[in-house]
């Protein structure tokens, strides 16, 4: 497969015996797999591997494979692997010799990252060897750029490669008496990471109320199709310092009113691991991201209450209205104006009978409450109609800009001022 790679480096370490004809080595190995669509995985991609070996003459394959080699023979050494997709790498077949023969040495070596980016450090993990262990004493390295151009010959490989395409490099090695075939490993060269655009709009846009809600529509794009993977919020009220938030407000009730800036910038992810996360906006400084500029006004909602209660057929009602803060009902808020208008609680409606007046309260500065004055009707024209006994409601408006706040206040009729009158007379004598 393509996408696996394997290599295994099998060194003869350390000759036991030299008291009979059949002399024993002992062998080590040193392996290298892994795939390259998993390669930033702890385990690189392999889940499972499978040794096998033989005698160069002998046609059957041993499970496994051998802790010591006799002398004066030749054997093969098989490595395969098996990636987390259920495919098994082609065998990778090695000779090893105890015999007093010479043999060319092995050129082999991996390379990472694979990919790499464009001007990134390349590493080498160099696993040549000579079947019959003796040093290598040269490399030679060359590699192959995407046009098909050959560099000149190094000693050393190359370190890095700054434009875009796929490489083959080669490495060819000596002991001084024979070379080995060429090795070559391809390797695929990937742009660097491209940051990714992000802006944002808000409901309402600007010059709102601190108390309404707000919503956020974040727009995220990125050149190279990378996810998101996370944003950063920064706020601040009249040029003042920034704060950090995970989120933007919902609502700038916590924040009072001012000329707010909300700045935003987004960081992706990356297709590869090899490459950098970019954000959208590299500066730290909320100053260079994506902002948007506002202005919150104060919130309020109202309030008022009724006197006399209970209200009296014949005689006047004061109502009082205010605008307070949602906060706390009770730190006020200066409003346009406010008005009145008298409803009937059973029906939501002017009470029947009733032709609807609009009351325009006066303000007091002192207090900072509106007020007006309203007398109930004398004479009841329908009972249980208005303005007989029961319950009723007085609709407070207040109105700041474009902003109008109700609330009701509800109040009872009952009787008229007439019925508390106490006549006293003089008993004669």
């Not at 591997?49 to 002398?71: F, H, M, V």
């Not at 075939?181 to 944002?200: A, C, M, R």
Request: with cysteine; net charge neutral; proline share 8%.
């Amino acid at each position: 497969m393509n996408k696996l790679r394997i290599i295994f480096l099998a060194l003869i370490m350390t000759f036991l015996c030299t008291s009979t004809a059949l002399a024993a080595w002992s062998i080590t190995f040193n392996k290298t797999a892994y795939d390259l669509d998993h390669f930033s995985q702890p385990n690189k991609g392999i889940v499972q591997e499978k040794w096998s070996w033989r005698e160069a003459t002998s046609p059957t394959w041993i499970n496994g494979y051998p802790s010591t080699l006799q002398d004066n023979k030749d054997y093969l050494i098989k490595y395969e692997v098996l990636d987390e997709e259920g495919a098994w790498s082609l065998p990778e077949i090695k000779l090893i010799s105890t015999r007093n023969i010479n043999l060319p040495p092995v050129a082999l070596f991996t390379v990472t990252p694979n990919p790499v980016v464009a001007g990134k450090a390349l590493s080498y993990n160099d696993a040549s060897y000579s079947p019959t262990g003796k040093t290598i004493i040269s490399r030679s390295w060359r590699y192959q750029n995407p046009s098909g151009t050959w560099s000149s010959a190094s000693s050393t490989p190359p370190a890095s490669f700054s434009t875009v395409g796929t490489y083959k490099i080669e490495l060819t090695v000596s002991d001084g008496i024979m070379s080995s075939e060429p090795y070559y490993q391809d390797v695929v060269v990937i742009p660097d990471n491209n940051p990714p655009t992000v802006s944002f709009t808000m409901t309402p846009a600007t010059n709102f109320y601190d108390f309404e809600p707000v919503t956020y529509n974040v727009s995220y794009s990125d050149p190279d199709g990378d996810p998101c993977g996370g944003y950063q919020w920064a706020l601040r009220k009249n040029g003042g310092s920034w704060i950090y938030l995970s989120n933007p407000p919902s609502n700038y009730e916590a924040y009072g009113a001012g000329t707010f800036t909300l700045a935003l910038r987004a960081i992706d992810i990356p297709k590869y691991p090899q490459q950098s996360a970019k954000w959208s906006h590299p500066s730290a400084d909320p100053n260079t991201w994506f902002k948007r500029t506002f202005t919150v006004l104060e919130g309020f909602v109202m309030r008022g209450d009724i006197i006399p209660a209970p209200a009296e057929r014949g005689r006047k009602i004061r109502i009082f209205a205010r605008a307070v803060r949602p906060s706390d009902l009770t730190t006020r808020v200066d409003i346009d104006s406010a008005t009145a208008t008298i409803i009937d609680t059973s029906t939501g409606k002017a009470p029947a009978g009733f032709v609807p007046t609009t009351i325009n309260l006066a303000y007091d500065s002192a207090s900072k409450d509106w007020y007006g004055d309203y007398k109930i009707p004398d004479h009841i024209t329908q009972k249980g109609k208005w303005p007989d006994d029961g319950s009723y409601e007085v609709i407070v408006t207040g109105r700041k800009a474009t902003t109008v706040k109700d609330y009701k206040v509800p109040f009872t009729v009952k009787g008229h001022i007439l019925d508390r009158t106490i006549i006293v007379t003089t008993k004669l004598h």
